[in-house]
């Protein structure tokens, strides 16, 4: 079992940045592939970065890469999301994600924290 509560989001300006953070309380968080996904309003959600359990190789969506950062921390159970030169339509609810085989299957969910960009 493990539980997720995301944290950092806010209202930011086109051209800003927020780092985003997820808590993950887990007995075994260096074993878990993690993930940031969001959702915006009256869309599915989409993947955004997924990052490996020791954290050397990650991954983007092609509409991020460049601009977000996915990161992790083992010793305190922590994965991030640095937000840079941040545009309106990455306006969401950002949620992270927790897999116990693989980077491709999530199953454990936080909250989600909402991420609004004026222009």
């Known amino acids: 079992q493990a539980q997720l509560v995301e944290s950092g989001g806010g209202l930011v300006q086109a051209g800003g940045s927020l780092r985003l953070s997820c808590g993950v309380a887990?007995?075994?968080?260096?074993?878990?592939?993690m993930g940031w996904f969001r959702q915006a309003p009256g869309e599915e959600r989409e993947f955004v970065a997924r990052?490996?359990?020791?954290?050397?190789?990650?991954y983007y969506d092609d509409s991020v890469k460049g601009r977000f950062t996915i990161s992790r921390d083992n010793d305190k159970n922590t994965v991030y999301l640095q937000m840079n030169s941040l545009k309106p339509e990455d306006t969401a609810v950002y949620y992270c994600?927790?897999?116990?085989?693989?980077?491709?299957?999530?199953?454990?969910w936080g909250q989600g924290t909402q991420v609004t960009v004026s222009s």
């Open positions: 994600a927790a897999g116990r085989t693989s980077w491709d299957h999530y199953d454990y």
């Open positions: 887990a007995l075994s968080f260096s074993r878990l592939y």
């Open positions: 990052i490996s359990l020791g954290g050397g190789i990650t």
